[in-house]
């Protein structure tokens, strides 16, 4: 068995230093250093990070309440559906430069991925939604996505927004 070179940790301004953390993403780096803690007192998302060994934060993602109008996912709509689509969203999901490549994104998304299948048994959710960001970097992305069973929402509409359902999320986990 690997030693596990990280803890997941729900997101604490006290304990969490995020001045060192770049992921390459200027938006998403000021986002995660100047927006996430209004944002979580505003109870608008919840943020959880990876922590290296010294402490440091080596990742994180954030999900928050979403839901879907049925129009814009095909995919995940039934043809009874005439009411907004519970879900959760992955509002973001980051790793520091340093790290990248090392199988820590996997983990973020595996871990994101059982908070929605929790979340799902207390408020009901369909899915968990995510948007692509579209830089250089999106083909990289959107594969990554996919290997995880992602798959678009709506593909006639916007092929970068994926979902992937909680009752995949647990079929997932269970096997």
Request: hydrophobic share 45%.
């Amino acid at each position: 068995m690997t030693e596990q070179k990280f803890r997941m940790e729900k997101f604490d301004k006290a304990s969490h230093d995020r001045g060192a953390f770049s992921c390459g993403v200027a938006g998403m780096d000021r986002w995660f250093k100047e927006s996430i803690t209004d944002q979580i007192k505003a109870n608008r998302i919840r943020v959880w990070c990876a922590v290296g060994k010294s402490g440091q934060v080596v990742g994180f993602y954030a999900l928050s309440a979403h839901s879907v109008e049925p129009s814009t996912a095909s995919e995940l709509a039934t043809q009874r559906d005439r009411h907004p689509i519970p879900a959760v969203y992955l509002s973001a999901l980051a790793t520091d430069q340093f790290v990248q490549g090392q199988g820590l994104g996997s983990a973020l998304m595996a871990d994101a991925m059982l908070k929605a299948l929790e979340i799902s048994k207390v408020i009901g959710a369909a899915a968990i939604i995510l948007d692509v960001l579209e830089d250089e970097m999106f083909e990289q992305r959107m594969k990554f996505y996919l290997s995880l069973r992602f798959a678009p929402i709506d593909p006639s509409g916007n092929p970068k927004r994926l979902f992937l359902s909680i009752k995949e999320i647990a079929k997932i986990i269970k096997d």
